[in-house]
């Protein structure tokens, strides 16, 4: 039931053509499929081909045109007798997308039909070998009824259409592009497009367009802008052109994912593709632009190189996700965007890497691939390709990748081969560097500064953690971009980066009379945990003066997670209070910051990212104590705050950076104050709520309220729910502000609203509105008497048979136990017994919750 990366055969066969006819009804969808198969040369030599199946039954089996009854199921699998080198292997089947409530393979979301083929979906379609080191060129022929479907996409490009007369009508499309079968995609129902085109830096124009609901059309502005900007920035930074004449991008309400990079036909989350001023958060126009960009890179990145097997996910992952950072960054605040990922990772990854359930970013075995679609495998592998980038120079890194693309362009690739063609295009020595790729792990770094004479000198040792089934690591190449800071003049001669790779070492800096301040890892050079004792008034002195944005704001947070986590998370001395406070009141006046980035210096680290530097944490002490550094803050700095949100609101909307830091300063100053001074921010949030023409001040403000415990609350709660009424995106916005709420009776609310006409367990987004939202509010989940345990082990026990792939993501939540103090973790850990009891478990929950109780 285990596979393992080790275990890896190529393929017995291949199949050069693909040709698909489906005849489209939700209840009872035909499929016949025409595959041109042929021996692989380089295979084991089979007489009879595996086709992967999920649940379908064959109707019809021909090879070369006459029906055969010469195959046999084994398993799920059809394995068809093939006597020669080369075939035409036709199989048919019959599916119903409307009962397919997992969102795999062929299924229905309000009205169309839509496809989620990667990673072993198409193999619920029909019967093929579905693994993505086959690659084949696909003509697919979409038949249904003109009313109901009067759309009908598939990859590639539409070749011919017509009419039945019978009120059916038909579609052929072709995909000149070999892909593998993950990124079959097809799309039927009634939509409408936006449409544009672009111009490829050969000249060629490309029509594209984006296809929503009728009435969804003026929210597509943002999605196609932030496209057309991909397609040019891609051409820029990395020189890869679109290679198709038309690019498609469908919006689906009910999709397991963010989005998907399916050839020439990109099919989206709705939240991902929808963004207007009412309705949509800067976040949420960030986020579109994000995936927008994920989606268009993996065109290179994923399909024109795919990977070889399911291990080499972070190929494209890893990369893609670096590509759409950089991306991201160069469209907006470089530093800014480089702290949110930074905080991401700590945020979603450490935890991961320091759990149960950690991983390499190459995993070597599972039992269902998509639990690994993690943010190790995502976030991790984007900051491993990160730091040979920051070894090699961006444009050494620029000759590794082009050397990459050119040589394995319609290949399907391993992380090997990336690793070989970034060595052979940079020249660096990424021998040891592999061990990122097999070691799972955050490595730990001690650094200590010493000062000799004239010099100063830099100690250093690593190591990694035992992690399951790896309990001995070796040291690896960490990249430290590093600068010393003169006390007296705040300056500091040059950024030097080392590359630190052994267990111990150290690194001597001729030139300091006095000793420096030190700063390490700046913009987050390499992926590890910094352990270091570095004195307060060194950490006040780079929250105020380092030149590296991502410095600061990590001494900042250094400052806080000192005092926050002293005596095992209840907090220090009224010493590093003062410190923090003074802090924050110099970044608040400092005229030399943007508002986008006093924000980020602003933020307080989250609860998990706390609890992450305690070897046992008490969830319950690190929420009060940092609950009562906000509300001290929120005291000290009331007029400031106060003063600051006045200066906020007087700044109209716009999607510009002044505007953008306006609004984001506006609810921080709010969140603070509804700590340390409850009654003036409800006032200024109600008055925030009741001016604002933009969904950021609107629901920033109803964020603060919800919290609170004022009759007010419940009065702009249902302002929301109707000024929205019959909005998917926004009511799940009005779910997730109760379910992640400061109300003390938030776990109440989530009940009841577990009950909300509105509330449906067969709609993803709408499931982590309300209970992913719970899973991560701290206060509520960790509830000393277990019950929000007890919550998400029902919930997952009541959606695996719905969505499983959705159910497995409830587990890591409870799977952090051993990481919590007893009384709770026992209660987590028999809440995982629980569930691992149940009978009929899905392969994704089974393996989730076995790999946790470990
Ligand atoms: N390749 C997609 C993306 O990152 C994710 C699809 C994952 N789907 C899944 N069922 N696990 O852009
Ligand atoms: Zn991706």
């Known amino acids: 039931q ?59 089996v021909m090879v070369d045109g006459v029906i055969t009854n010469d195959w046999h199921m084994d398993g799920a699998d059809l394995i068809v007798a093939l006597p020669g080198d080369a075939h035409e292997v036709s199989v048919e089947t019959q599916i119903t997308p409307s009962a397919n409530s997992q969102l795999m393979g062929l299924y229905a979301s309000g009205g169309m039909l839509c496809t989620q083929c990667e990673a072993e979906g198409f193999r619920r379609i029909t019967f093929f070998p579905d693994r993505p080191d086959v690659l084949s060129t696909y003509r697919v022929r979409l038949t249904g009824e003109k009313g109901r479907f009067p759309v009908l996409l598939s990859n590639g490009n539409c070749t011919a259409s017509g009419d039945n007369g019978d009120g059916t009508h038909w579609a052929e499309w072709h995909d000149p592009w070999p892909k593998p079968s993950y990124l079959f995609a097809l799309v039927a129902g009634d939509l409408v497009a936006r449409r544009d085109s672009f111009t490829t830096m050969s000249g060629r124009k490309v029509d594209l367009a984006i296809w929503v609901r009728d009435g969804d059309l003026d929210r597509t502005d943002h999605a196609m802008r932030s496209l057309k900007k991909s397609m040019q920035w891609d051409e820029e930074a990395f020189g890869r052109e679109y290679d198709l004449d038309l690019f498609n991008i ?45 989606e268009y890179f993996h065109n290179w990145s994923g399909n024109r190189v795919t990977c070889r097997d399911w291990f080499q996910l972070s190929l494209k992952e890893g990369f893609t996700v670096l590509r759409d950072q950089l991306f991201s960054q ?149 990249p430290l971009r590093l600068a010393l800071f003169d006390r007296d003049s705040g300056d500091h001669g040059g950024e030097q980066l080392v590359v630190f ?252 609203l577990a009950q909300h006409p509105d509330f449906t367990m067969n709609n993803p987004n709408r499931v982590r509105s309300l209970y992913m939202a719970f899973a991560v509010n701290p206060q509520a989940f960790h509830a000393a008497s277990g019950e929000g345990y007890r919550m998400i082990a029902d919930l997952i026990l009541a959606l695996d048979p719905i969505n499983a792939q959705t159910a497995a993501r409830f587990v890591p939540p409870l799977g952090r136990w051993r990481r919590i103090e007893p009384g709770r973790s026992a209660l987590m850990r028999a809440e995982l017994e629980r569930v691992a009891a149940a009978p009929n478990l899905s392969r994704d929950t089974a393996e989730q919750v076995g790999r946790s109780l470990g």
Request: charged share 25%; proline share 6%.
């Open 2 to 60: 285990e596979i393992r990366r080790a275990d890896y055969r190529p393929p017995a066969w291949l199949v050069d053509e693909v040709g698909l006819d489906f005849a489209l009804d939700p209840d009872a969808t035909q499929v016949r499929s025409r595959l041109s198969v042929r021996r692989n040369p380089a295979g084991d030599g089979d007489h009879a081909i595996r086709l992967n199946g999920d649940g379908l039954a064959a109707r019809s």
């Open 250 to 294: 469908v919006a689906v309400s009910d999709f397991n994912m963010g989005a998907m990079e399916n050839k020439g036909l990109n099919i989206f989350n709705t939240r991902y593709v929808l963004a207007d001023p009412e309705t949509a958060t800067d976040a949420d126009y960030d986020a579109v632009e994000g995936v927008i960009g994920h």
């Open 330 to 478: 160069a469209m907006g605040s470089e530093s800014v965007k480089r702290i949110e990922d930074v905080r991401v990772l700590r945020a979603a990854q450490f935890p991961e890497d320091s759990g149960p359930l950690a991983h390499p970013i190459r995993p070597d075995s599972y039992r269902e691939i998509s639990n690994f679609y993690t943010a190790t495998v995502y976030n991790k592998g984007a900051e491993v390709i990160r730091m040979m980038r920051t070894m090699a120079g961006p444009e050494n890194f620029r000759k590794g990748s082009d050397l990459y693309f050119d040589r394995h362009d319609g290949e399907a690739a391993t992380c090997e081969d990336f690793v070989t063609a970034m060595e052979d295009g940079t020249g660096l020595d990424l021998s040891r560097f592999r061990l990122w790729y097999s070691q799972a792990g955050t490595p730990r770094v001690e650094a200590r500064l010493e000062h000799d004479g004239d010099a100063a000198i830099l100690h250093l040792s690593q190591t990694v953690p035992a992690t399951p089934g790896q309990p001995d690591k070796q040291p690896m190449p960490i």
């Open 501 to 752: 790779d052994k267990a111990g070492d150290s690194f001597r800096f001729p030139g300091f009379a006095k000793p420096p301040v030190l700063s390490l890892n700046r913009g987050f050079s390499a992926p590890v945990a910094i352990e270091r004792a570095v004195p307060q008034d060194e950490l006040v002195f780079l929250a105020a003066h380092d030149d590296d944005p991502l410095a600061r704001y990590e001494a900042m947070q250094s400052l806080t997670v000192q005092y926050l986590t002293a005596d095992g998370g209840k907090a220090g001395d009224g010493d590093g209070r003062d410190a923090i406070g003074a802090a924050m009141a110099a970044i608040l006046d400092d005229p030399a910051l943007d508002d986008l980035m006093r924000g980020e210096l602003l933020m307080l680290p989250g609860e998990a990212y706390l609890a992450e530097q305690l070897l046992v944490a008490d969830p319950g002490a690190i929420h009060a104590a940092r609950e009562g550094l906000k509300a001290w803050l929120g005291q000290r700095l009331e007029d400031r705050l106060v003063a600051l949100h006045a200066r906020a609101s007087a700044v109209p909307y716009g999607l510009e950076a002044v505007a953008r830091g306006a609004r984001k300063l506006k609810t921080q100053a709010l969140v603070l104050l509804a700590a340390g001074a409850p009654a003036v921010a409800a006032e200024l949030a109600a008055a925030q709520y009741s001016a604002a023409d933009n969904m950021t001040d609107r629901q920033g403000a109803l964020m603060v309220l919800a919290g609170l415990d004022t009759p007010a609350r419940e009065t702009f709660l249902a302002d929301f729910k109707t000024r929205y009424e019959g909005n998917a995106l926004v009511t799940d916005k009005w779910f997730s502000l109760q379910a992640g709420s400061l109300h003390p009776q938030a776990l109440e609310h989530v009940k009841h």
